[in-house]
């Protein structure tokens, strides 16, 4: 992607709504208390102010709607943007003592409904699903034919038979150890754990990413 200069170096990504050939595509990055808003086909970016965005995580879109974790309350955030607006939706998080979890937090829009993946090392996982209607988190205990993919504070959620990869499972890069990456079953609540082959690479890496290949190539 072509994208126009910033003029700061600490740049946090935030998110990019689709492919960067979708004319709707929507990426968002942050700097301290400015949201960067970029669109295909914009020489710059578009900059707009909040003191919400450093708190932001793990965001997704969702039937029109950006939505984001509040990084220490827990709470759901919902916005938009161009003009930004926030709403904090007071969804209490699913668990008590939020601010003393040590455990990542990580939401993904997977078959029409906002979820949540909470892990705590080692590789303890629950699941919750949102409920729009009565603002609460409902337990799951499966996630059906559906792989997770994750990268530092973003799920991607796909159609296990379609993607030809386990189903029922999150899929984690690792960028501090010497394992390339894990793959947690949830059925069973087992992790199998790939180790890096190549000594070189055991450097912390932290922008690792998933890429998904054209299966008609």
Known sequence: MDLPALCHTDIRFLYMSSSPTN??????????????????????????????????????????????????????????????????????????????????MFLVESQGNISLVCIRKPWHVDLFRHDLKNKAWNKIDSLDDQALFLNDDHMTSVSAPEAECGGNSIYSTDAWSNYAAHVYHTENRSIRSFVRMDERRRRPRKHQVWISPSLSC
């Open 23 to 104: 004319p709707g595509c929507i990426l968002l990055a942050s700097h301290e208390h400015n949201i960067h808003i970029w669109r295909p086909g914009n020489q710059f970016w578009t900059v707009e102010q909040t003191i919400f965005v450093k708190y932001f995580k793990s965001v997704i879109s969702f039937q029109g709607k950006f939505y984001a974790l509040h990084y220490q309350s827990g709470h759901l955030l919902s916005f938009q943007i161009l003009p930004l607006r926030v709403n904090i939706l007071y969804v209490p998080p699913p668990m008590d003592r939020f601010q003393a979890y040590d455990g990542d």
